[in-house]
Nanobody
Framework: QVQLVESGGGLVQPGGSLTLSCAAS????????MGWYRQAPGKQRELVAE???????KYLDAVKDRFTIFRDFAKNTVYLQMNRLEPHDTAVYYC?????????WGQGTQVTVSS
C-alpha cells in the first residue's frame, strides 16, 4: 500500500520561507510524477508544482519564481521549497504521486502566511 507522509507546514510571516517534505513508501516502483497541490478554503484544489522522473518540472504561474520542487530518489522523497510567501499562499498543501493509473495523496499539511 502506497503511503505519502508530509511534513513541514506551519505559520510563517509574509516574505518568509518554508520547506515541505513528502516521503513515499510501500512501492517498489517510483511514483511518477510526484508533486504538490493546495486547497484554500472555498476554492478548488490546484496543482502547485510537480516533477517527472526525468526531471521535467511544472509550476503554477503564481509560484513560478518563488517555489522550487526537487526530488531525492534515494530517499523516495519530494520537497517543495517555498520562498517569499504571501498571504494568498495560505492553504492545505497535499502531496500527490501517480503509480500507473492510480493517484495517491498525502493527508495534507497546513501552511498559513500571516503577520
Amino acid at each position: 500500500q502506497v503511503q505519502l507522509v508530509e511534513s513541514g507546514g506551519g505559520l510563517v510571516q509574509p516574505g518568509g520561507s518554508l520547506t515541505l517534505s513528502c516521503a513515499a513508501s510501500g512501492s517498489e516502483f517510483s511514483l511518477n510524477p510526484m508533486g504538490w497541490y493546495r486547497q484554500a478554503p472555498g476554492k478548488q484544489r490546484e496543482l502547485v508544482a510537480e516533477v517527472q522522473s526525468r526531471g521535467t518540472q511544472k509550476y503554477l504561474d503564481a509560484v513560478k519564481d518563488r517555489f522550487t520542487i526537487f526530488r531525492d530518489f534515494a530517499k523516495n522523497t519530494v520537497y517543495l521549497q517555498m520562498n517569499r510567501l504571501e498571504p494568498h499562499d495560505t492553504a492545505v498543501y497535499y502531496c500527490h504521486g501517480k503509480l500507473r493509473w492510480e493517484d495517491y495523496w498525502g493527508q495534507g499539511t497546513q501552511v498559513t502566511v500571516s503577520s
